[in-house]
């Protein structure tokens, strides 16, 4: 028998008890969650994972569509001169082709892992999308306005080149990305010598977000809710990178 506050208990009834009060717990919060479930089961997946997912469905899409959903996002330069400006964006999930969807989602696969578990989610998105303005921008401001692209490749050599950049902030050995990257700007100037303002434009901006994350802020000052001081200045450095952007394709558009 267990001593209770009045009398005793047998041990069989107290585990029975326990048990019934775990089952209802567990069915409480199960409840509780209901649909919510399935939307934190999305939020934990990899985004680089929905991020291949995303560009494999509007591949998909467009092939279904043949071809109006490249026609309405993949970076055109008439047309963002024109009001069409979510092209500077947009053009990040157009890959162009099954070899270039299949050669794109290979690289994410493969590096944008590792940067995402280095960097964190948003990091790791903002210099996806980052780098692929930054090669619309320098398209827009110095490349033919007749050009048209699909900028997933882009986008992923300024990951390529964040990498770069953070090692150069960190003081480590970076010839090995510099050499790819030159191997790879090489390769888009033999194929399409119009193009390579992308890669310059997508290296720059991807290169600024990886010496942006790797600074680190001066000990002191406030943490804001959730934003430790590091988000802070990571996403003021973001912020920065985007208004630069803004600006540059807003005097091209002007002057063009």
Not at 167 to 178: G, I, L, P, T
Request: with cysteine; aromatic share 8%.
């Amino acid at each position: 028998m267990i001593p209770a506050s009045v009398g005793f208990q047998c041990p069989d009834c107290v585990a029975g008890a326990r048990s019934r009060e775990r089952r209802t717990r567990v069915t409480s919060r199960r409840v509780r969650q209901g649909g919510a479930g399935r939307f934190a089961t999305l939020r934990s997946e990899s985004a680089t994972v929905l991020l291949i997912g995303l560009i494999v469905i509007i591949q998909a899409a467009d092939a279904v569509s043949l071809g109006r959903i490249q026609g309405l996002f993949a970076y055109w330069g008439l047309a963002i001169l024109d009001g069409q400006v979510w092209r500077l964006v947009s053009h990040v999930l157009i890959s162009g082709g099954i070899l270039s969807l299949v050669i794109n989602g290979f690289v994410l696969w493969m590096f944008g892992r590792s940067m995402e578990m280095m960097w964190g989610r948003w990091r790791f998105l903002a210099t996806y999308f980052l780098s692929g303005l930054g090669a619309g921008v320098l398209m827009l401001a110095a490349g033919p306005t007749t050009a048209v692209m699909g900028g997933a490749s882009t986008s992923i050599i300024g990951l390529l080149a964040a990498n770069a950049g953070a090692k150069f902030h960190d003081r480590e050995d970076a010839k090995a990305d510099v050499i790819l990257l030159a191997i790879l700007v090489g390769f888009t100037a033999f194929q399409a010598p119009a193009m390579v303002l992308a890669d310059v434009g997508a290296i720059v901006a991807g290169g600024l977000c990886g010496w942006l994350w790797s600074t680190q802020p001066r000990t002191g000052g406030r943490r804001r809710g959730s934003l430790t001081r590091s988000d802070q200045l990571h996403l003021m450095g973001a912020a920065g990178i985007l208004v630069v952007c803004a600006v540059v394709a807003t005097a091209a558009i002007l002057v063009r």
